[in-house]
C-alpha cells in the first residue's frame, strides 16, 4: 500500500513538473499560455480519518467493537492497526467493503450490535461503596454479592463466573512486587503478563478456569481487579473482561472517590447503654465482622441481633453493674441536634473522652433518609443524637463516600440518622425494656466500642 501510494506521489510530481515547464516561444516570440495540472493530495488514510475524530467518539467506537467481539485492545480513544483491523472484521462481518472507515449507517448498526450485547448481561457502571472505586459489571451473569472489609465479591449461582475487588494495605508496594505475588497464587498458569509502574495485568489458566487480574496501588493501599471464569463462558466473557480491564478505576480522582480509610485490625465506634442489664445499641457496620466485640471498662460483648436495612446492632455485656442508660423517649426530631460519641484515640491523643457536636439534620432521599451535617469524626459511629430538651433524637451512623452516587452528582451524605422511632421499634422487638425520660447527663450512657478484626 505504501509503495503503490509513493509510486503515485512520484507520478503526479513529475507530471506536474513536465506540466509547468515553458515550450519554445511561437511565432512573434509571443509564449503560449502555460498548461497546469492539478496536484492530487495524498490519500487519507483509516487512521488519518479517525484522527480526526473527537478522541470520546474514538473511544466509543473501540467500546462498541469490543462488544461486537471484533476489538481485544484498551479502551482509550487511541488510534492503532489493532483498531483500524476491528473495524475492517465489522465491517466484512456484516457484508460490507473492509475500507477501515466507519460510514454513518455502519457506525449506527455497530451502536445496535453493542447495546443489544451489553444489555444481555446487565452491564452497569457502578462504585464499590466502601472503596469508592469504579467498575464495570455485567449484572445479570454475576448477580450474588458479598462484601466486607476487604473488598466485594460478585459470582454466577453456579460459581462458574466470579469477579473479586480487593483491597489490603501493604508496606511500599510495587507493581512487580505485586504482579509476583499473583502469579504465585495455587493452580495459575500465567499466559500474559503486563507490568507497568502504576498497574499490572495477567491473565492465563487457573484450573479449570481462565483468569485476568488487574491490579493498581496508591500510598500503601492496593487495590486488585480479579476474574475467574470457565472455560466454556469463554465467548460470554471474552468482551466482558476487556470493557471491564478498560473501566476498571481504582482510585477515582475529586472528593467523592476519597471514601474511607481501610479497615483496620482494631477500630474504635461508639455504644449507646439503652438498658441497666447491658444491653447496647451500635452502628451494624462498625462491629461487623468483629472477631471480637470489646467495650471499653466492661469487657467482652457478644452480638444479640441485627438490623441489616436500618444498619442497628444490639450488644449484650454479661454481668454488668451500675450502667446508666439513656432516655429514649421524645417525638420527632428537631433541625438541630447534639451528637454524643467518643472520638477515636488518634483525635484526642489516645483520650477516651465523651465529647458533644452540633449538626444539622436535613432530609434527603423523598424524606425517607435523615442526613447529618457536618459529619462527626472517626469513632462517632453508634453515637447518639438529642435535640436541645435533651430528648433522643436517634442513632449515628457513619456511611461510606460513594464515588457513582446520584444521578445529578451530588456526593451522598457521609452521616446519617437513624430516627428515635426506628431504634425503640428495633429494641421492643428483641424484649428491651427500655427508660423514657433522661437519666442524667447523656455522655454516662455512651461508651467505647472496640472491634478487633483478623
Avoid at 504482579?179 to 493452580?187: D, I, T, W
Avoid at 424524606?367 to 453508634?382: E, I, K, M, Q, V
Avoid at 430516627?419 to 437519666?439: Q, Y
Wanted: net charge positive; aromatic share 4%.
Amino acid at each position: 500500500m505504501r509503495t503503490m501510494l509513493a509510486a503515485t506521489l512520484m507520478m503526479a510530481a513529475a507530471t506536474a513538473a513536465a506540466a509547468q515547464t515553458s515550450p519554445p516561444a511561437g511565432n512573434g516570440g509571443k509564449p503560449k499560455p502555460v498548461a497546469t495540472v492539478a496536484i492530487r493530495p495524498a490519500l487519507q488514510t483509516p487512521a488519518d480519518t479517525a484522527n480526526a475524530m473527537a478522541q470520546a467518539e474514538r473511544s466509543a467506537i473501540q467500546s462498541d467493537l469490543t462488544w461486537a467481539g471484533h476489538y481485544n485492545g484498551a479502551i482509550n480513544g487511541e488510534v492503532s492497526e489493532r483498531m483500524v483491523a476491528a473495524i475492517k472484521a465489522f465491517q466484512t462481518d456484516r457484508g460490507g467493503k473492509p475500507t477501515g472507515v466507519l460510514n454513518p449507517q455502519e457506525r449506527g448498526t455497530l451502536a445496535e450490535v453493542a447495546k443489544k450485547a451489553q444489555d444481555n448481561v446487565d452491564w452497569k457502571l457502578v462504585s464499590d461503596p466502601l472503596t469508592g472505586a469504579r467498575l464495570g459489571l455485567p449484572l445479570k451473569l454475576v448477580p450474588l454479592q458479598a462484601s466486607d472489609a476487604n473488598g466485594a465479591k460478585w459470582s454466577s449461582s453456579t460459581g462458574t463466573i466470579q469477579i473479586q475487588l480487593s483491597r489490603r494495605k501493604e508496606a511500599a508496594p510495587t507493581s512487580a512486587k505485586l504482579a509476583e505475588q499473583e502469579k504465585k497464587e495455587p493452580g495459575r498458569k500465567v499466559e500474559y503478563s503486563a507490568v507497568k509502574p502504576d498497574f499490572f495485568v495477567l491473565s492465563g489458566t487457573q484450573g479449570l478456569k481462565k483468569f485476568y487480574v488487574r491490579g493498581s496501588f496508591k500510598d500503601s493501599e492496593v487495590r486488585v481487579l480479579t476474574i475467574l471464569y470457565d472455560q466454556a463462558t469463554e465467548g460470554t466473557m471474552e468482551p466482558v473482561v476487556i470493557a471491564m480491564s478498560s473501566a476498571f478505576n481504582p482510585f477515582p480522582a475529586g472528593a467523592q472517590a476519597s471514601g474511607p480509610p481501610l479497615r483496620k485490625a482494631v477500630e474504635y465506634s461508639s455504644g449507646v447503654v439503652v438498658s441497666a442489664d447491658g444491653a447496647i445499641l451500635a452502628d451494624r457496620q462498625a462491629v461487623d465482622g468483629c472477631q471480637a466485640i470489646v467495650v471499653a471498662g466492661l469487657g467482652h460483648a457478644d452480638k444479640a441481633a441485627e438490623d441489616k436495612e436500618h444498619d442497628l446492632a444490639l450488644l449484650r455485656v454479661y454481668g454488668a453493674q451500675g450502667l446508666k442508660p439513656l432516655g429514649l423517649g421524645g417525638g420527632p426530631a428537631k433541625p438541630s441536634v447534639d451528637l454524643i460519641g467518643i472520638a477515636d484515640p488518634q483525635s484526642q491523643g489516645g483520650g477516651a473522652a465523651a465529647s458533644r457536636v452540633k449538626a444539622q439534620i436535613t432530609a434527603v432521599g423523598a424524606g425517607r433518609d435523615l442526613a447529618l451535617t457536618p459529619a462527626p469524626g472517626l469513632g462517632f459511629s453508634g453515637a447518639a443524637a438529642v435535640d436541645a430538651e435533651g430528648q433522643f433524637a436517634g442513632l449515628v451512623l457513619l456511611k461510606p463516600v460513594l464515588f457513582a452516587g446520584a444521578a445529578n452528582g451530588a456526593a451522598p451524605a457521609q452521616a446519617m440518622l437513624v430516627p428515635a422511632e426506628t431504634v425503640r421499634g428495633f429494641l421492643k422487638d428483641h424484649a428491651v425494656a427500655t427508660v423514657a425520660a433522661p437519666a442524667g447527663d447523656a455522655k454516662t450512657a455512651v461508651l467505647r466500642l472496640i472491634c478487633v478484626r483478623k
